[in-house]
């Protein structure tokens, strides 16, 4: 839809960037789909790959609207190229990467999972979307030509995938955040349980103890009381001695 004075809309525009911007990471894809497989391992594990490499669809290079048919091929394409055996010269990088593009499948088999990784692109889509309005306003406020640099199809793409990849690192770092978190919870609630059991088991024992010295006590408390009694029996007899009589003396 054209704007006033035959200009088309800023949404038109934004429309045409991002259809543009597809356009050409297809081309890419169509490109790099062919590189070797010293190329793909590189590309799978290039600086700040596990990052890069939350984004499925960045890993095994592939539009989010295919088609799961499509995906199975382009999965047993990639997962070819990096595989350990056909990389016997550099296995261990080979398995690292064969291993980030079988978690970007299984992944992407998975309905919700995929669905996730769509609305976070679609995010990052629409954030550089509303940045780009933000602009023009500010440009129509102070009297200048709206024309921003998102307006350049490279720079739209590059801003997408900044943002997208923004968007990915943020949710793996709040997910490993939670994770910490509930591992912490975990490991509390297990020493809070064992501290219980210990407690239990101290009390358990005591309360052993306490019966198997029970008769013992009874008896050491029957022989205190006999004692006791025997030096009292004794003592009151001393009491009851005749006192002695006096011989009178005559005169």
Do not use: G
């Given at each position: 839809m054209a704007a006033a004075g035959g200009e088309p809309s800023a949404q038109s525009c934004s429309d045409e960037l991002f259809q543009s911007f597809y356009t050409e990471v297809k081309q890419i894809e169509k490109r790099d789909s062919v590189l070797t497989s010293k190329q793909q391992i590189d590309r799978l594990l290039r600086p700040g790959s596990s990052y890069f490499n939350l984004n499925p669809f960045e890993v095994l290079q592939i539009d989010p609207d295919?088609?799961?048919?499509?995906?199975?091929?382009?999965?047993?394409?990639?997962?070819?190229?990096?595989?350990?055996?056909?990389n016997q010269d550099d296995p261990d990088r080979a398995q690292q990467a064969f291993e980030a593009v079988d978690k970007a499948y299984k992944l992407l088999l998975d309905g919700e999972q995929k669905k996730r990784a769509v609305d976070v692109i679609n995010a990052g889509k629409e954030y550089v979307e509303h940045m780009m309005k933000e602009k023009r306003k500010q440009l129509k406020k102070d009297g200048k030509p709206l024309i921003v640099e998102e307006d350049d199809p490279e720079v739209f793409k590059q801003a997408v995938y900044k943002q997208t990849m923004k968007l990915f690192a943020e949710?793996?770092?709040?997910?490993?955040?939670?994770?910490?978190?509930?591992?912490?919870?975990?490991?509390?609630?297990?020493?809070?349980?064992?501290e219980t059991a210990e407690r239990a088991k101290r009390e358990r024992e005591w309360q052993k103890n306490f019966e198997e010295t029970r008769d013992g006590r009874v008896d050491s408390w029957r022989n205190f009381q006999a004692k006791g009694k025997t030096k009292k029996e004794k003592k009151n007899r001393s009491f009851l001695k005749p006192p002695k009589v006096k011989m009178e003396q005559r005169e």
């Open positions: 295919a088609t799961d048919e499509e995906l199975k091929k382009r999965f047993r394409a990639l997962s070819i190229l990096v595989h350990p055996d056909k949710l793996e770092i709040k997910r490993k955040e939670r994770e910490a978190k509930e591992m912490h919870e975990r490991k509390r609630a297990r020493e809070e349980e064992i």
